[in-house]
């Protein structure tokens, strides 16, 4: 069985910064297509960004482009999501997901966290 565990949230003040951590305990972690979703309150979850086994990144918000980045560590079977010039509207609970290789909708990721919050204060 997947098990992925976030961690690194919690409450942060806008412009400053986190890393968010999420242990992935699978076997064939270095295969995976790791990806981050958060879901702000009232709002549907949402694709920040995601890394293939070759490291190949992808963003899928224009608003966290320079500011996030997400990268993985194939020897710790973790996937890091560093936050920079915090902004308030980033306030959400932050889920990572995994798949095997060329999954690409959030649908069809199989394997979920169960989220870290970061609350966002102004």
């Known amino acids: 069985q997947v098990q992925l565990v976030e961690s690194g949230g919690v409450l942060f003040q806008a412009g400053g910064s986190l890393r968010l951590a999420c242990a992935v305990f699978?076997?064939?972690?270095?295969?995976?297509?790791l990806v981050w979703l958060p879901h702000a309150p009232g709002k549907e979850r949402d694709f920040v960004s995601a890394i293939s086994r070759s490291g190949e990144i992808s963003y899928g918000l224009d608003s966290v482009k320079g500011r996030f980045t997400i990268s993985r560590d194939n020897a710790k079977n973790v996937v890091y999501l560093q936050m920079n010039s915090l902004k308030p509207e980033d306030t959400a609970v932050y889920y990572c997901?995994?798949?095997?290789?060329?999954?690409?909708?959030?649908?069809?990721?199989?394997?979920w966290g169960q989220g870290t919050r970061v609350i966002v204060s102004s």
């Open positions: 997901a995994a798949g095997p290789p060329g999954t690409s909708r959030e649908v069809d990721f199989p394997s």
């Open positions: 699978l076997l064939t972690f270095d295969t995976h297509v």
